[in-house]
């Protein structure tokens, strides 16, 4: 709490300080549990037997099956589904850094206000309101379910998040560094390309990982656009119409969704989190 | 960059830069072109799209290739505000909805930052654990809820053990509180980051002065964090304000806005009315009604940030 700052208060006897902090870390067990439980509990839930899981209470310590993964990547090819996600966010990512990089150094330097306003009002818009001239767009050509149409759709989340979040990165650096690059007869490219970008790479690499994440996790324009093309959380929200909800399979789904996109981006620390606070919002 | 070296019969210095010097093309002029190819696609992905959809409500059309768009002018929108029971309902569940988990999620995230901002042993797990829920896929997640919440899922049995019997959580009654639950607990670390690195931007005189004059923490938080808080929970706030509208993923999996509409969001209703019944300009007109609320609620965010 800020009180730990230059704290003066008498201390506390020792009886006293240590109910403060078991009170203390109740409290957050208390917060954090049932935000984090549902990611253990589809775990638990897919490798466990059709028949183990109609067990009311549920068995919490059990023999794991894998066979709700074999039939996952088996009977319904999930790694095509898992690859066309991968192949889809890739792209869109790389485009969007492509168009947006250069983009967002020019806003940052020479202060493109009211590009940048229109930028942040593009990345709070409901996508929804794209989506029907996009559909007829694309049935009129014939690309419903290909991987251009989802890449395009991805691209009008990615393309926005990634200029608005680099335009602060690139705000950081000082301006005498650019001075003293003209000096050295730098262009405005070069020195973009050769002395701004390495300096805020890092920083580019978990923007980068948040566009992916947010195509990685994107549904409605996966649903509308992929057609026979199945994106990883269509092919989740897929296991429920058939007849008979098989849980446990359902629940690997859910699994080899959205584990990879929690793994791959908990390195990232600090960095996703200040992307996170300065531009996250859904597409 | 001297990338036109290769043109002969030129000073070796030749390129934008000296283009510049030279007046030809100032800096200011070479890094619009910097961003020209960005906003060729963003015209392209998002402002053409709107204004089709924007003629598109003008017209009554099934997404036929045989029968010709009618123009009808605002009837779309007259039937939309006037007549459709509906929209009606739909309209009053988001405003439901938003409302509470916008209330929650703040009032929860803002409650955890400040639990959270100290030095404490495992801090830092705390923190990185806490990011689990922003970057997880809301499809998955929400099917692990619908497990959950289902007659006889995992909180039905937990009742039942504790003798409370079942509910049906996905029932009329329920389900707006139950889709409430689940967005909250999405959100509440979002909220809880934003929060936090606000009180990691504040200035530590105000609160060194208060302590020396014998302020309580409490006391601290209410008449010192909390006032130099505000711009950063309003700007927590309308970001969620405007998630929240548009929720489509956690409910789609959850309830299919059902049982009979209970939870048919407009996001849920628009898309309906698009992608099932293909009234493509009925559907356009509501989807450019939520257009502007979101459009409002962003331009709020503007204000506030530039005042923040």
């Known amino acids: ?283 | 960059m001297h990338s036109t070296a290769a043109r002969p019969s030129q000073d070796p210095h030749e390129g934008a830069w000296s283009a510049v010097r030279s007046g030809r093309l100032r800096p200011r002029q070479q890094g619009f072109l910097l961003t020209l190819p960005a906003i060729i696609a963003l015209v392209f992905l998002i402002g053409f799209p709107i204004l089709y959809t924007v003629w598109l409500s003008l017209h009554e059309w099934y997404g036929s290739r045989t029968l010709a768009m009618d123009w009808v002018g605002l009837a779309n929108y007259a039937d939309l505000i006037l007549r459709d029971s509906n929209f009606h309902r739909s309209f009053l569940i988001t405003v439901t909805f938003t409302f509470f988990t916008v209330t929650l999620s703040v009032m929860i995230g803002l409650g955890l930052a400040l639990l959270l901002n100290s030095e404490f042993v495992g801090h830092g797990l705390v923190r990185t654990l806490l990011m689990i829920p922003i970057v997880s896929t809301p499809v998955a997640v929400s099917l692990t809820w619908k497990y959950i919440l289902n007659y006889d899922g995992l909180l039905n049995s937990v009742t039942h053990i504790l003798g409370l019997g079942k509910q049906a959580w996905l029932g009329t009654q329920l389900v707006i509180p139950s889709l409430i639950v689940v967005d909250v607990t999405r959100w509440v670390p979002l909220v809880m980051l934003i929060i936090l690195a606000g009180l990691a931007s504040l200035e530590t005189e105000p609160f060194e002065a208060a302590t020396v004059d014998g302020a309580s923490s409490l006391q601290l938080i209410r008449y010192i964090t909390l006032p130099l808080l505000r711009p950063h929970i309003g700007v927590a706030a309308l970001l969620r304000l405007i998630d929240a509208i548009k929720t489509f993923d956690e409910v789609m999996v959850i309830s299919e806005g059902g049982p009979a509409g209970a939870s048919e969001t407009l996001y849920l209703y628009g898309y309906k009315v698009a992608f099932s019944f293909m009234t493509f300009g009925y559907a356009s007109a509501l989807l450019i009604v939520l257009f502007l609320i979101v459009l409002v609620a962003s331009m709020l965010v503007l204000r506030l940030r530039r005042a923040a």
């Open chain 1, 1 to 283: 709490m800020m009180a730990a700052r230059g704290d003066v208060r008498p201390r506390h006897s020792h009886r006293w300080r240590w109910l403060q902090r078991v009170a203390f870390y109740a409290t957050v067990v208390a917060v954090v549990a049932p935000i984090l439980f549902p990611y253990y509990w589809m775990l638990v839930v897919s490798l466990k037997t059709p028949i183990q899981n109609l067990a009311s209470p549920p068995a919490l310590i059990f023999p794991p099956t894998p066979m709700n993964y074999v039939e996952l990547f088996g009977q319904n090819k999930m790694l095509q589904v898992l690859s066309n996600s991968l192949i889809v966010g890739l792209a869109s990512t790389l485009l969007g850094l492509v168009l947006g990089l250069p983009a967002a150094f020019a806003i940052a330097r020479f202060r493109f206000d009211t590009l940048g306003v229109l930028i942040l009002l593009a990345r709070m818009l409901p996508g929804i309101a794209m989506l029907v001239p996009w559909y007829l767009m694309f049935v009129q050509l014939q690309l419903v379910g290909t991987h251009g149409a989802l890449v395009f759709s991805h691209l009008s989340v990615s393309l926005p998040l990634i200029i608005w979040l680099s335009i602060g990165f690139f705000e950081g650096l000082p301006s005498e560094l650019m001075d003293a690059a003209v000096v050295d007869g730098c262009s405005l490219v070069g020195y973009f390309w050769r002395v701004a970008l390495p300096l805020v790479r890092p920083a580019i690499a978990a923007s980068a990982m948040l566009a992916f994440i947010y195509s990685w996790n994107n549904f409605l324009y996966s649903l509308i656009l992929g057609g026979t093309i199945k994106m990883a959380p269509v092919a989740a929200y897929n296991m429920i119409s058939s007849y008979d909800i098989n849980w446990g399979g359902m629940m690997a789904a859910a699994v080899v969704t959205t584990w990879p996109v929690i793994l791959l981006s908990l390195p990232f620390g600090q960095n996703l989190v200040r992307g996170l606070v300065s531009g996250a919002v859904k597409g």
